[in-house]
């Protein structure tokens, strides 16, 4: 080896900084190798809410939870079964428990954590909770971190902002709560740039605390540092190979080695392979997602699993190719999803991992890629579009490129998105039919807590569901996106990384999305990819201590 660390990290996700923490806290050496220029991966550039039951900030707010709802309620959303090795009772339990001790151990080390007040559970069931178990980063100055600054992954969301006050930033015209958050967000904006601050949200903010209490502890974070190989020895990963100043660099690891650098979005070949009727494009997650660790791991006899699963989140493309989320905007009154032959085929309220498995289960049986959403008048004057305030004033390159579509009448409608107006106008007076019932007869929409939250919270009466009746009429295209994959190397309990026949790799960890994950199928909350991110890398960091000589 050229040089030895008690630790090595590939990748610098959120479970990255966390177990490298852990083994900074118990004084050993360690060393985070990202192959980008930018580190905090994926993690930084989401919102970076993790789910993490019965914590702190929930008693701090007098919101009931407990360990055992938390189980209840995975094991009754979370299903068990042979194309999911990646979940099971006691994995589930492991991440109930280590979890909150991860969040207790972060705390202890300063960072500082807070609730979205409202975010509910995603599914019904029992031990489901109503208020939601999310935690996310206090706001963090990224000045704080000198160089580093511009060496971190950018954030999606450019303000001052807790999650909450962005989304009450559309009612500005409709209620005080939206106006109070704008003049919240504005003051705190002018106010801390007039102080020298420079204030992230998010998941940038996560990970800014992240690396910069990292920095600190004196771990090594080294950018365009990409691992070639996993070195293994007598049957045990004992380092990793970089390329460094164009020749091989060998870098040991007495405690072992942990993966935590994502998984294939941007792998088109891995997509067709695993995820067919899918593209690379597709995706929001960082530009290194792109697989190479897992094949690795595989090279090294690492059982791959659950590699057909993803975190979907339903996407657009404006005029000029970036993508843009419209989960939310599916969700709010007055619209509907229809697929080529013009037929509704999923609750729009859904979560984004449904949402997204519902467009790809439809397409195998008829054309839904992409999918249309449909709305009217009601819809564009008082909800966002595609990031865009509300308002029918849109970009003149909208409409002028087609994306856009906008008619008189629904017929007109259906003519220019190439779909069938005669079934294109039955569909919608079935679902104005449903939606003034206000009972969704076909596929449950507005049937769940979360559909109101995700619809529009102002609207008691009918939060999601609303007639689809006043011109002009309007769509855009609607494909499956995603904010990440959900499959990768098999893990246990302790994140230790396993061969098929359920024998442990010793030395090599795993977390994050280069992991199956002990979420299976599901997301039962916002947070369900992070939140185990950052549990597994501080539990991998906690079994490596323990086995130590």
């Not at 849109?394 to 259906?414: M, N, Q, R, V």
């Not at 109101?452 to 855009?476: C, K, M, S």
């Not at 609607?478 to 302790?494: A, H, K, Q, R």
Request: glycine share 12%; aromatic share 8%; proline share 5%.
């Amino acid at each position: 080896m050229n040089e030895t660390f008690d630790f090595v990290v590939v990748g610098s996700g959120g479970g990255a900084f966390s177990a490298a923490l852990a083994m900074r806290a118990a004084g050993k050496s360690v060393v985070i190798l990202e192959k980008l220029d930018k580190v905090g991966g994926t993690t930084a550039v989401s919102g970076g809410v993790m789910w993490i039951p019965n914590n702190r900030y929930m008693r701090e707010a007098g919101v009931s939870d407990s360990r055992a709802q938390a189980i209840e309620y995975m094991d009754a959303v979370i299903e068990d079964g042979e194309d999911t090795p990646g979940t099971s009772h006691e994995r589930r339990v492991k991440y109930v428990d280590s979890s909150v001790e991860m969040l207790e151990f972060l705390v202890s080390q300063g960072l500082r954590f807070r609730r979205v007040p409202s975010w509910p559970d995603y599914y019904p069931g029992p031990g489901e909770s109503v208020p939601g178990r999310t935690v996310v980063s206090e706001l963090f100055d990224l000045n704080q971190l000198g160089e580093w600054k511009e060496r971190l992954q950018p954030g999606f969301l450019p303000l001052a902002a807790y999650l909450e006050e962005a989304m009450q930033l559309a009612n500005m015209k409709r209620n005080w709560a939206g106006k109070k958050a704008l003049f919240t967000v504005l003051g705190r904006t002018i106010g801390n740039r007039l102080r020298g601050r420079n204030l992230a949200t998010a998941g940038q903010a996560l990970q800014g605390q992240m690396l910069h209490k990292a920095l600190a502890a004196g771990v090594d974070v080294r950018t365009g540092a990409g691992v070639q190989e996993l070195v293994e020895e007598n049957g045990r990963v004992t380092g990793v190979k970089i390329s460094k100043d164009g020749k091989d660099w060998l870098i040991g690891a007495t405690l072992g080695v942990l993966v935590n650098a994502g998984g294939f979005s941007r792998n088109q070949q891995l997509r067709d392979q695993y995820i067919p009727e899918t593209s690379a494009e597709w995706t929001l997650t960082a530009a290194g997602d792109t697989g190479e660790m897992l094949l690795e791991g595989q090279r090294h006899g690492a059982a791959l699993a659950q590699m057909d699963q993803r975190i979907g989140n339903p996407m657009t493309f404006l005029p000029d190719g970036k993508p843009a989320i419209v989960h939310g905007d599916m969700a709010k009154p007055h619209s509907i999803v229809v697929d080529q032959n013009a037929q509704r085929y999923m609750s729009e309220a859904a979560s984004y991992v449904e949402v997204g498995k519902s467009i790809l289960s439809h397409q195998a049986n008829a054309p839904a890629i992409p999918s249309w959403l449909v709305f009217d008048s009601q819809f564009i004057d008082t909800y966002m579009l595609a990031g865009s305030m509300p308002g029918s004033k849109k970009p003149k390159e909208w409409t002028e490129s087609g994306f856009l579509k906008s008619a008189a009448s629904i017929e007109e409608l259906a003519a220019q998105c190439e779909l069938d107006p005669a079934a294109l106008a039955a569909t919608v007076d079935r679902f104005n039919g449903f939606a003034k019932a206000g009972k969704d007869e076909d596929f449950g929409r507005g049937s769940h807590v979360y559909h109101g939250w995700l619809g529009d919270p102002l609207n008691e009466q009918a939060p999601t569901l609303g007639a689809v009746e006043q011109g002009p009429f309007y769509a855009i295209k609607v494909y499956p996106g995603d904010v990440s994959t959900f499959g990768g190397m098999l893990t246990d309990c302790d994140a230790r990384v396993l061969r098929e026949d359920g024998s442990v790799i010793e030395g090599l960890y795993a977390t994050g999305t280069s992991t199956a994950s002990v979420m299976g199928k599901n997301a039962p909350g916002a947070g369900a990819s992070i939140g185990p991110s950052v549990t597994w890398g501080y539990v991998a960091a906690q079994h490596a201590l323990a086995a130590a000589p």
